[in-house]
């Protein structure tokens, strides 16, 4: 990750704007700590794609019967 300063990044946010659009991520740093990351936006998903998935999740949950649903949450926590 490249990182710039607080005013270069002032000067130049629309070329940093433009590269972290083509996948780059860049730290600014104010006083020579990092003080925040301008990544890539993801892209927008649908409420339809939201609730798909879900049912995909509850759809393999309810194949897998040997699991009870407080291993699972402890399984997604490690």
């Excluded at 704007?17 to 301008?38: D, N, P, W, Y």
Aim: proline content about 1%; cysteine-free; charged content about 35%.
């Amino acid at each position: 990750m490249r990182t710039v300063g607080l005013f270069e990044a002032k000067q130049k946010l629309s070329e940093l704007v433009e590269r972290a659009s083509e996948g780059e991520q860049i730290g600014i740093t104010r006083r020579g700590k990092l003080a925040a990351v301008i990544v890539p936006a993801r892209s927008k998903v649908s409420v339809k794609e939201i609730f798909a998935d879900i049912e995909d999740v509850r759809k393999h949950i309810n194949r897998s019967k040997r699991f009870s649903v407080r291993e699972l949450i402890e399984e997604g926590r490690t």
